[in-house]
């Protein structure tokens, strides 16, 4: 099982949630602990246990991610999200308990440093963990088989891919096609394509302000616990605000496969987008919205 911590809910369409605010927590008693991480022998994952100190209800975990190759070059640093979700549900997060959970590695990655971030919990506050908190290194994988379909979630867009792929957002016919051709790109899993959508800053759910390396790291471990995913986009509304800007609303039917781990998911998203165009490619700087499961 992998560690998806709402990925059905942020790329087949979310509820939305409250802006969230800090709470206040004594650095000598931190609500979550990481007990250990690493990359088992023979596996393209990284695993890590995680225990529950605290009885204020938690909805995710989030945990620094650094991945590096056989000569030591950082691949990917990113964050990785874990709500406790298996076979696509949502299970309760309890004080005094420890939860073993895997993320997939990047292609060409062998070791991995993890780390605890932060907490947030349900009220909608967070914890953050001390910047003395230490990371705890992986030991290299003695072999591992990853997919080359999908890039390190840091990699950058090719421009020329953005162009192809892009239309104009000053007419609600280029927002359909731009629109469409992203969640035509979110069936594959080239994962640099579909972050060529997003603008280097992107206010993202509850999340607010995230880059992509952040965006790159949900879609990848998306793709990876899904497999199989087909969308169809109707419905698409444009309203410009400027000369360079628009929002956009969507609606989109989902269907997400695991065959190997009898997962799946179908249902109905509405979908939210504000729009910029940069030199002329539009670009996403806001994504949100609401999902009704079947």
Request: charged share 25%; hydrophobic share 35%.
């Amino acid at each position: 099982m992998k560690s998806v911590a709402r990925l059905i809910q942020l790329f087949a369409g979310a509820a939305m949630l409250l802006p969230l605010t800090r709470a206040a927590a004594s650095p000598d008693e931190p609500p979550v602990e990481l007990l250990s991480s690493g990359v088992p022998p023979g596996k393209a994952s990284v695993s890590y246990k995680i225990k529950v100190n605290t009885d204020k209800p938690i909805n995710e975990v989030h945990l620094n991610l650094k991945e590096t190759d056989a000569g030591g070059k950082v691949l990917v640093e990113t964050t990785v999200v874990w709500a406790n979700i298996v076979h696509s549900t949502r299970q309760p997060i309890e004080k005094g308990k420890t939860y073993e959970d895997d993320t997939a590695l990047s292609p060409g990655a062998v070791a991995a440093e993890c780390s605890l971030k932060e907490v947030v919990y349900k009220d909608f506050t967070r914890w953050s963990a001390p910047t003395s908190s230490g990371t705890r290194p992986s030991p290299p994988q003695t072999s591992a088989t990853i997919s080359p379909s999908v890039p390190p979630a840091s990699a950058r867009p090719e421009t020329s891919r953005e162009t192809k792929t892009s239309k104009a957002v000053s007419e609600n016919e280029g927002a359909e096609g731009f629109i469409k051709s992203l969640y035509r790109d979110m069936e594959q899993d080239d994962v640099t394509k579909v972050l060529g959508y997003f603008d280097e800053t992107v206010d993202y759910y509850a999340y607010g302000p995230k880059d992509k390396a952040f965006i790159g790291e949900q879609l990848r471990q998306y793709f990876a616990t899904f497999p199989i995913r087909s969308f169809s986009v109707s419905d698409v509304s444009l309203q410009p605000s400027s000369r360079n800007r628009a929002a956009a609303t969507c609606e989109v039917r989902y269907s997400l496969q695991n065959s190997a781990q009898g997962a799946t998911s179908a249902g109905r998203s509405h979908v939210e987008f504000e729009l910029v165009k940069r030199n002329g490619v539009p670009k996403i700087t806001r994504f949100a919205g609401t999902s009704t499961p079947d």
